[in-house]
Structures are given as structure tokens and as C-alpha cells.
């Protein structure tokens, strides 16, 4: 016979554990830990090459395809509490690069992808 208190006991452990990070959820846990944020359509190629970069590199990324203002993804964003939002627009697909925007903390600037990715190792390590 199975004992059920160790379903139970995971069940309670991730009960707590959201409850205790109210959602916002540190990097090495939080489900999505980047969002890439095109500008408007015409970015969407750069976006996806940024994206691929990323999930190749482990970090677990999305990409906001939709057809509404910067503003209101940023909103979205930050309601969902997405750690790190990476803008693309011309100026990024001119210089290869990502401008960075973390939560809580506002804009990081511009930097490479890669860049991102070696900032970013040390938060994205699941704690033991």
C-alpha cells in the first residue's frame, strides 16, 4: 500500500511556497524568466533569432507577438511578474543588441545577448 503523504506533503510544499513569493517568483524558480518585447512587427525575425539564443542557453523565454503598444506589454509583464523583459527595435537590430528591463529594478540598458545570458548565470541556478 502507497502512503499518500508524500503527494500530499509536494502539494502543501508548492501551496507555501507560492504563497510565501506571492507569484514573484526568483529567477531559478520563476516559469518564464525572460520575455522578449518586439516593438512592432517588423522586429518579430530578430526577436525569434534573440529567443533561440536564450532557450540555447537555458534561460526560459517567451516572445510577446502581439499587436499592442510597448506600454501596455510592459504592463502585462509586469502584472505577470516576468523577471526580465528584453525590447527589441531598430536601434537593437541595428547594433545586435537587447535592451534590458528587469523587474522592480527598470531599465538595465543595452547590452548582447550573451552579455545578458553571463549576467544573468549565477540567479538563473537552482539553489540547493
Known amino acids: 500500500m502507497l502512503h499518500r503523504a508524500a503527494v500530499g ?9 507560492i504563497e510565501e ?3 514573484d517568483f526568483p529567477l531559478w524558480i520563476a516559469p518564464v524568466q525572460a520575455r522578449v518585447l518586439p516593438i512592432s512587427e517588423k ?4 526577436a525569434n533569432k534573440v529567443k533561440d539564443e536564450l532557450v540555447a542557453a537555458g534561460v526560459r ?5 502581439s499587436n499592442e503598444k510597448l506600454g501596455y ?9 516576468v523577471p526580465y523583459l528584453l525590447i527589441v ?11 534590458v528591463r528587469k523587474r522592480k529594478d527598470g531599465d538595465k540598458g543595452s547590452m548582447s ?3 545578458f ?12
Open 9 to 17: 506533503s509536494i502539494e502543501r510544499f508548492l501551496g507555501i511556497l
Open 43 to 46: 522586429f518579430v525575425d530578430y
Open 113 to 115: 545577448v550573451q552579455a
Open 117 to 128: 545570458i553571463d549576467m544573468t548565470a549565477d540567479d538563473r541556478k537552482v539553489v540547493r
Open 21 to 23: 513569493f506571492m507569484g
Open 89 to 99: 527595435g531598430e536601434k537593437e537590430v541595428t547594433d545586435n543588441v537587447i535592451s
Open 73 to 81: 506589454k510592459i504592463r502585462q509583464c509586469e502584472l505577470q511578474k
Open 61 to 65: 523565454t517567451e516572445i510577446d507577438e
